[in-house]
């Protein structure tokens, strides 16, 4: 299959027509995939909310498997695997329960080794990769090992998924998963790809249209206190603390519990919440 019908077929995936930006994309993706990448590339996507950028990996994953190609989606927690599964249609794992051995009962040794890895032709998708810290924790760089992991394994290649404008990793003023720089030293050839034009509920959504305007403030070398927009959207409401209450019981009663998220300052106000 050349690399202009795999792109086809990705596009024929989608549930949507594509954008130029996610037509450019899909033609990238499909060349990294393609046989005659280097074994030591890897392609790093960092997409804005509402771009499409879950969509587009969807499309792939879906693609690589009708073509005999396996791959293997990853995240750093158990709620981004969660989420990341049902988006792609295929399970999901943490990285930590992938590619670490866990000490088993009775084993003296704390310390976590980086498995084997025997998948052959394999291509690592690793959503919220903003996430993965390259920091020494207890013994631990988890970014080079996910890479020591991946490329250890015969034609296995990594896809990180993020996004710049998250939280980096803690400890971090940046995500070094997200940098090309960072990657670089770990002698991998990147690939690197940005859409940020967003589309989904682009007229009606305003989380979509407050989280685009904070994105636009963190570019200025001032950065302000953001001013959230109410009016005229639906999603997004102002209430006050008397109100707040009811307003978590209606959420609780009408969406499953773990549909519904407080987001606080502070780990004291969430345990008084809790």
């Given at each position: 299959?050349?690399?202009?019908?795999?792109?086809?077929?990705?596009?024929?995936?989608?549930?949507?027509?594509?954008?130029?930006?996610?037509?450019?994309?899909?033609?990238?993706?499909?060349?990294?995939?393609?046989?005659?990448?280097?074994?030591?590339?890897?392609?790093?996507?960092?997409?804005?909310?509402?771009?499409?950028?879950?969509?587009?990996?969807?499309?792939?994953?879906?693609?690589?498997?009708?073509?005999?190609?396996?791959?293997?989606?990853?995240?750093?927690?158990?709620?981004?695997?969660?989420?990341?599964?049902?988006?792609?249609?295929?399970?999901?794992?943490?990285?930590?329960?992938?590619?670490?051995?866990?000490?088993?009962?009775?084993?003296?040794?704390?310390?976590?080794?980086?498995?084997?890895?025997?998948?052959?032709?394999?291509?690592?998708?690793?959503?919220?990769?903003?996430?993965?810290?390259?920091?020494?924790?207890?013994?631990?760089?988890?970014?080079?090992?996910?890479?020591?992991?991946?490329?250890?394994?015969?034609?296995?290649?990594?896809?990180?998924?993020?996004?710049?404008?998250?939280?980096?990793?803690?400890?971090?003023?940046?995500?070094?998963?997200?940098?090309?720089?960072?990657?670089?030293?770990?002698?991998?050839?990147?690939?690197?790809?940005?859409?940020?034009?967003?589309?989904?509920?682009q007229q009606h959504s305003g989380i979509l249209y407050n989280a685009?305007?904070?994105?636009?403030?963190?570019?200025?070398?001032?950065?302000?206190?953001?001013?959230?927009?109410?009016?005229?959207?639906?999603?997004?409401?102002?209430?006050?603390?008397?109100t707040l209450e009811d307003a978590l019981q209606t959420a609780y009663?009408?969406?499953?519990?773990?549909?519904?998220?407080?987001?606080?300052?502070?780990?004291?106000?969430?345990?008084?919440?809790?």
């Open positions: 299959m050349t690399v202009e019908e795999f792109a086809t077929q990705v596009i024929g995936n989608l549930p949507f027509e594509p954008t130029g930006q996610q037509t450019k994309l899909i033609a990238a993706l499909s060349r990294f995939c393609s046989r005659n990448a280097s074994p030591r590339s890897i392609f790093l996507l960092n997409g804005y909310a509402g771009t499409g950028k879950t969509s587009v990996t969807s499309a792939l994953v879906k693609t690589l498997k009708q073509v005999g190609i396996n791959s293997v989606l990853l995240a750093p927690t158990g709620r981004a695997a969660k989420v990341f599964s049902n988006f792609a249609g295929k399970p999901a794992y943490t990285i930590h329960r992938k590619i670490y051995h866990q000490p088993g009962i009775g084993d003296t040794s704390s310390v976590m080794t980086v498995c084997e890895n025997r998948h052959t032709d394999t291509f690592f998708i690793v959503d919220e990769a903003s996430m993965i810290s390259s920091a020494s924790d207890n013994g631990i760089n988890i970014l080079e090992d996910l890479i020591q992991y991946v490329y250890t394994g015969d034609g296995c290649r990594l896809i990180l998924l993020g996004d710049t404008a998250q939280l980096p990793p803690v400890g971090m003023t940046e995500s070094p998963a997200m940098s090309k720089n960072e990657l670089h030293k770990y002698g991998l050839l990147v690939t690197q790809a940005t859409i940020t034009e967003t589309v989904r509920q685009t305007s904070i994105r636009k403030q963190m570019r200025q070398e001032c950065l302000t206190a953001p001013i959230l927009t109410v009016s005229p959207f639906t999603d997004v409401k102002a209430i006050d603390s008397e009663s009408s969406s499953e519990a773990d549909e519904t998220i407080l987001i606080t300052r502070s780990n004291r106000r969430a345990t008084d919440f809790n």
